[in-house]
């Protein structure tokens, strides 16, 4: 059987020492570059400092072992000890998770984590899920707020994208195919060509990965919506991989995934400043849409929001109650933002 395999293959014998050193293959489909593979790349650093060494983390970027639609297979199966996950391609295997992608009005990116972190480790339907999939979390990231860049032309309005053709995913991508636009499916990896081919007229898109994805060399206006953020993206290992590690090692993984948060936090929202000045310095034009316009997207997000607890129902979850938790948390995490403020401001 696959599974297991490459842990077990990644054992090796560190230099001038009688224990072994474990070596974990991450698969991740991002290029190595912007702010979340900056956090990811932390985490493995952070990984092999608090473990003294004791477990390395090889992450091998740019789709090198699979692709963002081929990831949970990939780590299921063995072909990575784990890797990167969005859960946007998997609407019934991550049904759970993808309650993070539904558009509840949050569009703090720390607050978003934090709930979705404390979801993804404590309600027993969603580590069981997991568990039947031989896949345990270990992480999240999210896409941070979601906006909308085009090419040749603006989102000033939710009408202005009838009859352009969109790519977006998700919920956030069914509103917009609700307000009349031609949507188009295409990875975001593949949104600079099509922007610049004239494909695709605008992207469904995260600031910080137009700067990273230098989607701003062909985009001409950036629309903020101030709606919600994608949060279904996140590091999970394969359970027979992670059955394999001690319990100490195992206590690292997830510690370090716990406050990969904070850490990812404070640099998606520098990285956001960053990109929106250097789009602006490139001369792509920023708009925020205007509260009435935002609220009629948020109007339309909430059928979409009710058929996701019919898929989880579907797919064996307690849809309701998940829902219910996960709202609680926003709120709770919301309540501690405002009361103590971000960490790393403290920091």
Known sequence: MFKGITLAAAMTLAAGAATAQTTLIHGEAGPNRGARAAALQWYADQVAERSGGDVKIDIQWGGALFKANASVAGISDGVADMGSVIAVYYPQ???????????MNNPDAWVGMRA??????????MVQSLANQNLVYVGT????????????????????????????????????GELGANMVRMSIYDAYQGLDTGLID??????????????????????????GQVGGLGIFINKDSYDALSADQQKVLMEVG???????????????EKALAQMTE????????????????????EQFIDAWVE????????????????KGLIAKWTAK????GYPWASN
């Open 93 to 103: 295997e991550m049904a759970g998770y993808g309650i993070a992608d539904l558009p």
């Open 116 to 125: 979705t972190d404390e979801f993804m480790r404590s309600n027993a339907a």
């Open 282 to 301: 490139k001369g792509v034009e920023i708009i925020d849409l205007p509260e009435a316009e935002r609220a009629k997207l948020i109007g339309k997000g």
């Open 311 to 326: 898929t989880a129902n579907k797919s064996g979850l307690p849809g309701e109650d998940m829902l219910a938790e996960y």
């Open 202 to 227: 605008c992207s469904q898109g995260y600031t910080y990965a137009v700067a990273a994805l230098k989607q701003d060399e062909v985009m001409t206006s950036y629309t903020k919506l101030n709606w």
């Open 258 to 272: 716990s406050d990969m948060v904070d850490e990812y936090g404070a640099k998606n929202t520098a990285a956001n």
């Open 337 to 340: 933002r405002d009361a103590d």
């Open 141 to 176: 990231w999210t896409t941070s707020q979601v906006n909308i860049g085009c090419k040749d032309t603006a989102i000033r309005t939710a009408e202005d994208v009838e009859n352009l053709k969109v790519r977006g995913v998700g919920a956030y991508g069914k509103v917009f």
